[in-house]
């Protein structure tokens, strides 16, 4: 079984300042981890993956994560916020094809 | 680039009666999702579907829930008998394969029950 757990459900950044949104996982098998962002009254968005490859992940504008096995984190950073990230970003883990398992999400906010 | 369409954008229906929610998954996708977000609530799994049979689902997929796909295009949600707590985004994903596992999400359905 797959849990996500999300710290943080509201982050308070500064235009310019460094984005680090915190995800924490829980899996019986070798995980598949993923970002996802949700601009308000849209979809999801995939913003970057984790797939056994290379632990440091860069993905779309800007926005990194790094898989840390032995802590059990995939952390989100971007190092400059801009105020266009302003939305909500999901957590997510898989460890079959099957369903993904989210987080309750954090909920990012840019302020001049 | 090719994305997964979902129809209708919102929906209103009365308490009782059936709706459809339609999806198009992205066309060499081979796995297809049904995932719900009641408002201000984290998105649940509800049902996957490959190779023409359910493979997994949720304690809420229950029997007033079905899925389908009627085409080689189309994957719909049917809800049998609509009730409140039914209300909610209805999001629409699939996947080109199981070594990828990478889930691609449509825009959504939003469903008001009254």
């Known amino acids: 079984a797959q849990s996500v757990t999300q710290l943080g459900s509201h982050v308070s950044v500064s235009e310019g300042a460094l984005v680090l949104l915190r995800c924490n996982y829980s899996s019986s098998v070798p995980p598949y981890l993923f970002w996802y962002v949700q601009y308000p009254n849209q979809g999801l968005q995939l913003l970057l993956k984790?797939?056994?490859?290379?632990?440091l992940v860069k993905g779309i504008n800007g926005f990194e994560a790094e898989f840390k096995k032995s802590e059990t984190s995939f952390h989100l950073t971007k190092p400059s916020a801009h105020m266009s990230d302003a939305a909500e970003y999901f957590c997510a883990v898989t460890g079959t094809a099957s369903k993904l398992t989210f987080g309750t999400g954090t909920r990012l906010q840019v302020t001049l | 680039e090719p994305e997964v369409t979902q129809t209708p954008s919102h929906q209103v229906t009365q308490m009782g009666q059936e709706v459809i929610l339609r999806c198009v998954p992205i066309s060499n996708h081979l796995y297809f999702y049904w995932y719900r977000q009641i408002l201000g609530q984290k998105v649940e799994f509800l049902v996957s579907f490959y190779n023409n049979e359910i493979s997994e689902k949720s304690e809420i997929f229950d029997d007033q829930f079905s899925v389908e796909r009627p085409d080689g295009s189309n994957f719909t949600l049917k809800i049998r008998s609509t009730k409140l707590e039914d209300s909610a985004m209805y999001f629409c994903?699939?996947?080109?394969?199981?070594?990828?596992?990478?889930?691609?999400f449509g825009p959504g359905t939003r469903l008001l029950v009254l």
């Open positions: 994903a699939s996947s080109e394969e199981a070594g990828d596992m990478t889930q691609y």
């Open positions: 984790y797939t056994s490859a290379a632990t």
